[in-house]
């Protein structure tokens, strides 16, 4: 009915809550479409305080993918492949933040043999990353080098936050953390 119509609208031009909502909603939905997978990449390393911070919540949000990726069974083949793809897109920004930025920091302050050996271990990251986008993810195989690619990280991340972060962090002081923290977030938001 013509009059319901009419009245429906006038009920949401009366309530300028309702209008704003709608406006905002879309408004954050466009926002999200354009630049949702940069900012929400970013975000992590942008939002904290200190670079090990940052890092350690890329940290985590790893291993949250690789949590999702053990979860899939064999016919989840689209699901596996996009999983893929979110941890490639995450290890490439963190590796941009490490490589460009923190272990060379860390080779100026003589952690030179510990910085090139981190470095080493990333390239056995893209190696897992290839061979696992190079295989069938419905292959037993595909599961079981994720697991094996998961354990060498875990390794990786232990030895860079229990050891090698904590001994840069002391010997940067307050004003060498700031500049790496910014120097780092300005490299992740050049990668993301
Ligand atoms: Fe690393
Ligand atoms: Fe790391």
Do not use: C
Not at 79 to 87: A, G
Not at 110 to 137: N, R, T
Not at 161 to 167: Q, Y
Request: proline content about 3%.
């Amino acid at each position: 009915m013509p009059f319901n119509i009419f009245a429906n609208r006038r009920r949401s031009f009366d309530n300028p809550a309702l209008l704003f909502g709608a406006a905002a909603a879309g408004f954050a939905a466009g926002l999200f479409a354009n630049f949702g997978r940069k900012a929400a990449v970013q975000s992590l390393t942008a939002l904290k305080g200190e670079w090990d911070e940052g890092l350690k919540s890329e940290h985590r949000l790893t291993m949250k993918i690789f949590d999702a990726i053990e979860q899939t069974e064999e016919q989840d083949i689209a699901r596996r492949k996009t999983l893929l793809v979110q941890l490639q897109h995450a290890l490439a920004k963190h590796a941009v933040e490490e490589e460009n930025v923190v272990y060379p920091a860390m080779r100026d302050h003589g952690q030179i043999e510990d910085a090139d050996k981190l470095v080493h271990d990333h390239g056995y990251v893209k190696q897992y990353l290839f061979d696992l986008s190079e295989m069938e993810p419905d292959d037993p195989a595909w599961i079981a080098k994720v697991r094996t690619f998961r354990a060498d990280i875990e390794a990786h991340v232990r030895e860079e936050e229990e050891i090698l972060f904590p001994r840069l962090k002391a010997a940067l002081g307050d004003e060498g953390n700031a500049h790496i923290t910014s120097a780092m977030n300005k490299a992740g938001f050049t990668a993301a």
